[in-house]
Structures are given as C-alpha cells and as structure tokens.
C-alpha cells in the first residue's frame, strides 16, 4: 500500500514537473516571438489619421477663438486645464480616434459644449495632430464615425 502511494504521489508530481517544464517552455517561445515581432520597424499603419494643412490652419484659427482662452494660445493649459501636447496625445494614443472626436463634440469648448459642427471638430483636432507632430497629407480628416472609428492616434515621439 505504501508502494502504491508512493508511486501515485510521484506520478503526480513528475505530471506537475513536466507541466511546469512545458508551460515554461511554451511562455519562453512566446517571449521569444513577441520580442521578434516588436523588433521590426512599425508599419504605416491604413489607419493612420488623415488630414490636410489647409484644414490644420483653418484649426488653429477656431483653436485661437473658441479654445485658447481654456487650454492657452500654445495649447499649454493651466492648473486645472490640461494642456493639449504631450501627455494629453498619449492619452488618447491607440484608441480610436472617433473617441477623441466624440468627446470634443460633446464636450468642448467647456463653456458652450456642442456648439462646434462636426466639420469645425474635425479642423480643431487636424490642428491639435500637427502640433503633435503628425504630418499632414492630401486627403481631409473625415468626420464620419465610420472612418474616425478605423483611425488611430499612434505613439507620437517628442518635438
């Protein structure tokens, strides 16, 4: 009897070894595939945001009438307004950018919320991704969600 449980605590534990050597290789390949996958240049993405310098310049001068008196003229904001660089792009990086639309629509400017049409939405945030560093193309920022919903904010390096 005591062979008998000896042999099954010892069945049951090699188990549990070989499991754990398996499960340790499998998490190894694993790494090993993520860090060759992370390791290659980032592709351009189909989703990148689209917008046009015209509609960035016609941003920043809603910006300068309905935002600046909140966030500053440099976008820089106060104590209790977040500035619009920097941290406020990491933010909404990698999340739809139909999220970040959405939001200014229905909440901003702070002190008339809603009151900005979509086209003028779309012409203030165009202008926030310029100066954020993101390069401007040929086709405008849409203002369908459909599409906004496809797009995203990539990380951004520092100016």
Known sequence: DHRAAFCTDRAKK?????????????????????GNATSAP???????PIFTVSQAEEGKQLYGERCAMCHGARLEGTYEIPGLTGKFIANWSNRPLSNLFDYVGRAMPQF?????????????IAFLMRENGMSPGTQPLPVESEFLKAMKIGPIAPK
């Open 112 to 124: 008339a919320p809603g009151s900005l049409s979509p086209e003028e939405d779309a012409r203030i």
């Open 42 to 48: 980032p592709a351009v993405r189909q989703t990148d």
């Open 14 to 34: 090699g188990l549990t070894m070989r499991s754990r050597i398996l499960l340790g290789l499998g998490l190894v390949s694993a790494a090993i595939a993520a």
